[in-house]
């Protein structure tokens, strides 16, 4: 071999390695960190190497919890003039694993107070007749009697209990696959639920895929019934969004609606039945680049949700101060509802999309079609969603 092929050969090896340095190191950490458990199973990093292109903001690794219904506990972004940054509103993982393992009630409701949890077969509240032990609640579900947990009440003395927010914040996903490939990175798993140890009906599969790009963050959540009887589905998500700056008053939502259920209150947030416009209130974020939060608490959900030319929908939340913006866009069209929980001393704010009204098979509703998925034996349905980051115009 002539000596100047042999430092050819010897120029493009350390090119290689230089080139793929920063890749293994990215992969050897989601490796040690998915070693790590929480609700019994191992979880799940999935990461992007960040780009050349620092002008854009992008993101970089999601954080799953297979062993808690596969939640989103965090996801990472890097926004310029920042650097990066946690989009959710969530403990360090630590913590987190600390607060879920120990820290956590009968129900698994901490779940569902951090990050982004999924909400199956229902999302919100359903009220019914609380048992002698306080412990659960009979409600009349699609025609049928069904026994609920009654893992929820409002604060005030006597408030009346209820179950809120599915049957899924404890459950462990099985068949977990991981994808890492040139232009995302994956993770697939998937639950066998039955019926829910006898709280729903019929017979219940259902697989949760998470697709990471660094422009977007996609979920795609689908239920079966492989039972033999009608299964009732409402399918919903619960992501707290950070806004960077921590400056509240001056960040703007962008809510893709102008009409919003009137509840009895903010404490229980029962349903009335009624639905108003918020045209000329304080409630309407219809507006393209939406309004300033300022001290406004939020606790309402919003429906009549106005469609895309494509049938999607788009939510916003902007944060002006932290030149910060975040679109979620619904991509199935059973999504009819989005509930918005905004407290004015918090930083952030939870848009929740989801299939259905809350307290769906209240008789309040009426003839109100609440968006609650009838599913046949063999059928199936799925609640999809897009997150993307995108710098505001001033």
Known sequence: MSRLKW????????????????????????????????????????????????SMPQFLEAT??????????????????????????????????????????EWGNQVFKIGGAILLPFANRIRGKVSADGKT??????????????????????AEKHAIHGLMMRSKFQDVAEHDGADASSVSAVLRAGDFDGHWLSSTDVKVETLLKNNTLEMTVTAANVGKQPLPMGIGWHPYFLLPSGDRKQARL???????????NYDDSFVTGKRVSVKGTPYDFS?????????????????DLIRNPDGSRVSEVIDPAAHYGLRLTTL????????????????????????NLPDPYSPAWGKVDTGMVLLKPGQSVSWRMRL???????
């Open 64 to 105: 799953v919890l297979p062993g808690r219904g596969m939640a989103l506990l965090q996801v990472k972004a890097y926004l310029p003039g920042k650097g990066e940054i946690d989009v959710l509103n969530a403990p360090a993982l630590p913590d987190a694993r600390q607060l879920l393992d120990s820290g956590d009630d």
């Open 7 to 54: 430092l050819g050969i010897c120029l493009l090896s350390s090119i290689a390695l230089l080139a793929c340095a920063d890749w293994p190191q990215a992969s050897g950490q989601q490796k040690d960190a998915n070693q790590i458990s929480i609700g019994g199973e191992p979880i799940v990093v999935l990461q992007r190497p960040r780009t050349a292109d620092e």
């Open 287 to 303: 507006a393209p680049g939406g309004r300033p939060l300022g001290t406004q608490y939020l606790d309402d959900n919003y429906s």
């Open 388 to 394: 993307e980051l995108f710098t505001p115009s001033q």
């Open 254 to 264: 962008h809510l893709p609606s102008e009409t919003r259920a009137v509840m009895n």
């Open 332 to 355: 199935a069209p059973q999504i009819k509802s989005i509930q918005v929980y905004a407290p004015p001393q918090k930083s952030f704010v939870a848009i929740e999309p989801q299939f």
């Open 137 to 158: 609640i009979t409600a009349t579900v699609a025609g049928k009697t069904v026994t609920l947990p009654a893992n929820w009440s409002g604060s005030e003395p006597g």
